[in-house]
């Protein structure tokens, strides 16, 4: 893994600025200011949110390696963990919340053992991908909504629990390149709760979560202007809807924002209507679609394993390298009992252990916190947090920037790319 880069005089002027870039959420905002408190843990100061300040107020891990729940070191840890990989039938390496290196680190050590990857968010990130492989879209980016799109339509996003900088990044920023669209933009929030009342010029559609797919597919036939009976739908009358239809149609360049992890089991179909109505605005102006997501290096772990191997993980390691989108799935393969031995990673101390493997003993974690039953385990290895205890890269929500992270506190834990090569190093 590569270290961190030695600053040229006009880098150390950027680290030591106090401005921090966030790993955890997808957005990877650089703009946090930060103080470090007397127990390693850091305060929010200025710029963050609500999961910010939950994670950077947690205190860094002991970095005490446990086998069985007895103590060792970070060596001996490692042989063990390599132990079990080798007298695995079919390992598993899953959660991969990680950052660049550690997932090159991840592919490396899989194509030695022969194992399945899959990120803890796999779900969301397959569903997504397969959209991707059977029809196509129009993407954006969070740089394109920031400074062109004069519409931005929210479908079933909730910028009160999750991408609450959405607002003052993107949506309103004090700047852009175009300051006429800024003061022109217009925002409507397609989703079933409601903002905050910090946010009163959003204009709100009420859907519940069950009626966005219907609700869509009638937004879809208004857009094309094909015939549709009934006078409301998924409890939106059809002049509420009619006239969103016409605005998008007004607009300039329209943007379709939404949340694939909060749309549950029709996730493919409502993203594809999404896409579908995004197809419908481009024959006469511009539109296109901005999925958020990613969180926990999902992002990052999609796009190195897509590098590494052309295939958006779910895959499986042998003489060939197998893609299978639903045989692959973690949750599928710890069920039935064909992975036999797991890796799971967490180094964002999000997800610090899965609840479906029931062979504690045959399970090494690799966290940024202390999971259940850690005494259970065959091996626990604590590691650092990507941009906070070791310099990181993290690919950005949109996928279209790679920000660098650097270290804002020495703690002696090491990174996962660190570790998994440790571990490879005895497979």
Known sequence: MPSEPTPTKHLAEKINRKATVCPFCALLCDDLEVRRLPDDSFAIQRNGCSRADTDYARPPAIPQPLIGGQKADFETACIAAARLLRNAKQPLIAGLGTDVDGMRAVIRLAERCGAVLDHMHGETLNALAGILQSRGGYFT????????????????????????????????????????????????????????????????????TKNLPETLNRLLALVRDAPLSGSSFGGISRKTLQALATKMHKSAYCAMVFTPATMGNCRETTVSTIFDIVDELNRAGRAAGLALGGDDGGQSAVVTCTWQTGYPLRVRFGETIEYDPRGNAFGKLLASGEADTLLWIDSFGRNSSPRQFKKLDNAIVLSAVRPKHVDNLGVFIPVGTPGIDHYARLVRTDSVVTLPLHTIRRTGLPSVANVLAGITAQT
């Open 141 to 208: 980016t969070l740089s394109e909504i920031r400074n062109r799109a004069d519409l931005v339509l929210l479908v079933g996003v909730d910028l009160g629990d999750r991408y609450e900088n959405f607002v003052r990044l993107c949506l309103k920023p004090k700047f852009g390149l175009h300051t006429h669209r800024l003061k022109k933009r217009h925002v409507i929030d397609l989703g079933a709760r409601p903002f905050e009342s910090r946010h009163p010029d959003i204009e709100r559609i009420r859907c519940s």
